[in-house]
């Protein structure tokens, strides 16, 4: 054999020695394949081999089957026990009616008859003022025809009626009674006033009347008017008059005030339709007229000067009337 075929018998061999390599590998690995094919089925047969064991089991169970208790129980299969009727409901409640509150009190004023009616108010020593003084007070004329004499709202007198004289006076005109102001005399006397229109009828206005050692001055519904010269300490009185001069003012008057010093602008301006507390520094008088009825005028301030209807404490001609007001103070 030469050297040629030796070679070829050698790539020969290992071919073959390839191929059977090739054919083992092939032959193990459809030997395992098999096995757990065949494995598969074994588990597959035995599950369903015992859940058919568990049927006929549960099939046979004589407990399940034929149990007394579940089939003919008494209790269950025929109980005598009737349901219990439906609770009706209770009937609803009704509510009690909202309680209404009462009305507040009326407020009242003082109507003055144009002739004699007045109101007055015996001076302890309050109303001798030196230097300071304002008057205040809510007024509604019913007529402003003048008749030859003067009228009043607030005054500083002498004496109870008849007129015997004043230290100061807020006064209507006597020719026309629209034309209102101040008087104050130290003794030498001086005015300042409003000019005819000051005063309109019917309506509610506020008037204010100040001295402060120096001039009088006046203001209507919180707005300055006018003022005029005056000096020296204003003399002393002995009754504080509401309502009346010569005559009497025809009208409704409520919410008078009097302080013994000149309230400012501002004062005037910010308590014109305030009720203001009864112990503010200065006030001497304050005279709501919300009484109502009898013959005692209440001061509302801390001074106790209260004031009594006409001349008498009884009934008599000189007594201004209790009348409903729609003053606008609050």
């Known amino acids: ?24 590998v092939v032959l ?14 074994s588990t597959a047969e035995a599950t369903s081999t015992s859940e058919e064991i568990g049927t006929s089991t549960t099939a046979a169970s004589p407990t399940t089957a034929a149990s007394p ?44 008859d144009g002739v004699d009616d007045f109101v007055s108010v015996f001076d302890s020593g ?24 003067f009228a009043a709202v607030v005054q500083g007198a002498f004496s109870e ?4 004289g004043a230290a100061w006076t807020m006064f209507l005109d006597n020719d026309d009674r629209s034309d209102w102001g101040i008087s104050g005399c130290t003794p030498g006397c001086s005015a300042a006033s409003s000019g ?9 206005q506020h008037l204010a009347a100040a001295y402060d050692g120096l001039n009088v001055l006046i203001y209507r519904n919180g707005v300055f008017l006018t003022n005029t010269l005056l000096s020296g300490d204003l003399m002393d009185v002995e009754y504080l008059l509401i309502g009346t001069w010569t005559t009497s003012f025809r009208g409704h008057i409520d ?8 309230r400012s602008p501002f004062d ?22 919300n009484e109502g009825t009898g013959q005692v005028a209440g001061d509302s301030s801390a001074r106790g000067n209260d004031g009594k209807l006409g001349s008498v404490l009884g009934d008599d001609s000189f007594d201004p009337n209790w009348v409903v007001s729609d003053v606008p103070v609050g």
């Not at 005819?196 to 509610?204: H, I």
């Open 69 to 112: 208790t579940t089939a003919a129980s008494p209790t269950t299969a025929a109980s005598p026990t009737t349901a219990a009727p439906a609770t009706t409901a209770a009937p609803a409640t009704t509510a009690a009616p909202a309680t209404t509150a009462a009305p507040p009190p009326p407020d009242f004023a003082l109507a003055f």
């Open 28 to 41: 193990a690995t459809r030997d395992e394949g098999g096995e757990t094919v065949a494995a598969t089925s």
């Open 1 to 24: 054999m030469n050297e040629d075929q030796t070679r070829i018998m050698i790539i020969l061999g290992s071919i073959l020695v390839v191929l059977l390599l090739v054919l083992i």
């Open 126 to 149: 309050d109303f001798d003022l030196g230097t300071g003084l304002t008057i205040e007070a809510w007024v509604k004329p019913t007529s402003l025809a003048g008749s030859g004499s």
């Open 161 to 164: 009626p008849p007129f015997s």
């Open 196 to 204: 005819p229109g000051g005063l309109v009828v019917d309506q509610w």
């Open 268 to 289: 005037i301006q910010t308590d014109y339709t305030r009720v203001v507390d009864g112990n503010a520094a200065g006030l001497l008088g304050y005279w709501r007229f």
């Open 255 to 262: 919410e008078v005030r009097v302080w013994n010093h000149s």
